[in-house]
């Protein structure tokens, strides 16, 4: 089993959607739970992270973690065609090393 | 200002020859990072540099992968005698320390084995 499992989609909305990406983990000691964007041919960019359970908020963006069913969650609230990337989630394993979900692949059609 | 810069940004070579990818990480950031990334894939810790301590090896997926970094500075991914199977994209990040800080993350350079 991997440690961190993501559906990598894709997947496709239209604009002004609300969007859910979920991710499940292994291991119930993680603690530090990440969302990264990545557009094409660029590195990823962290977007939010979030400490043990419950939720995150930064604008559009919200993060949840679910530690009793091992499950983290983005949601992007009226999408925008600038959205369209592909999310990462990822965990900390050990204190400096990220371990990361497959990704999915996002696309918000104007 | 700069970001993490990493070059060259494309590589091709042929099945067997040695390649060396470079990493210039944030000026400050003790802390610097390697990973890959496979088509359509997320991305695979391979090592991990903190300070002067002795780096993390344990994503190194074969002995032909090494890498060293200087001081604080300057780090450098070697693969010898590539085979098709490490054709991906390299990136490297840097924090500000290990653990649970904020890593930024290069451009990546994008390994092509023929």
């Known amino acids: 089993q991997k440690e961190v499992e993501q559906d990598p989609g894709p997947l496709s909305v239209p604009e002004g959607a609300i969007v859910s990406l979920n991710c499940t983990y292994s291991?119930?000691?993680?603690?530090?739970f990440m969302w990264y964007r990545q557009y094409s041919r660029k590195g990823p960019e962290l977007l939010m992270y979030?400490?043990?359970?419950g939720n995150k908020e930064d604008g559009r963006f919200t993060a949840q973690v679910d530690k009793s069913s091992k499950y983290i969650s983005l949601f992007i609230r009226d999408s925008q065609p600038s959205d369209s990337a592909t999310y990462l989630c990822?965990?900390?394993?050990?204190?400096?090393?990220?371990?990361f979900g497959q990704g999915t692949r996002l696309t918000i059609n104007p | 200002g700069a970001g993490v810069s990493q070059s060259p940004s494309n590589k091709v070579t042929e099945k067997g020859k040695d390649v060396e990818l470079r990493c210039d990480p944030i000026?400050?950031?003790?802390?610097l990072y390697w990973y890959r990334q496979r088509l359509g894939q997320g991305l695979e810790f391979l090592i991990y540099?903190?300070?002067?301590?002795?780096?993390?090896k344990s994503g190194l997926p074969s002995d032909r992968f090494s890498a060293e970094r200087t001081g604080e500075s300057v780090s450098t991914l070697t693969i010898q005698r590539t085979q098709q199977e490490d054709s991906a994209v390299y990136l490297c990040?840097?924090?500000?320390?290990?653990?649970?800080?904020?890593?930024?993350f290069g451009p990546g350079t994008r390994l092509t084995v023929l």
């Open positions: 990040a840097s924090s500000l320390a290990g653990g649970p800080n904020t890593q930024y």
């Open positions: 291991n119930s000691a993680f603690q530090y």
């Open positions: 979030t400490y043990s359970s």
């Open positions: 990822a965990i900390i394993q050990g204190a400096q090393k990220l371990v």
């Open positions: 000026s400050g950031h003790t802390a």
């Open positions: 540099f903190q300070g002067n301590s002795a780096p993390d």
